[in-house]
């Protein structure tokens, strides 16, 4: 068709030399054959790029940073307030989260910087990226995950040190 789709299976290589960052986390920047770096041919008409879709970009770059904010602010109040004798967990916990939330504000920005682009430049295809939000949420639940599990073994270690009494 026009955007050079031919509609068959694509084939993604995993770990080729000519790839400049880990093309599987991050497939808008790999130079691999995949959905994200097949070559595009230009289309008869230059594709209209409404205002709106400039804003969505914004707005959605608006929320990543936030919650990449709201995740530091807690990971930092935790830190802060992870005084208390044996909360040794708890100081994990936060220098956990802090990542986390760095790397929210990072792929905030770079996917940001991507979309606008490829909005600025009129380029057909995904601008989306299915990989990212995935990993990032995972790694948050991995490291919530762990957290509940060592607060219910605190409390059954509480538990069995009140029956023993």
Known sequence: DAYGDDGGDIDIQFGDDDDDCCSWFFPFCAKSNNAYAMPVMAPTRLQKVEPKISFANERVFMHWLHNGVMLYTIASGI?????QEGENWAVWYAMAL???ALAFCIYAMHVFLWRAERIKTRIPGRWDDVRGPMIIGGALVVVLSIN???RLYVIAKY???QSDL
Do not use: K, Q, T
Not at 79 to 83: C, E, V, Y
């Open 79 to 83: 830190l802060a307030f992870a005084s």
């Open 98 to 100: 802090l990542p986390i």
């Open 148 to 150: 509940f599990c060592c």
């Open 159 to 161: 538990n069995s040190i």
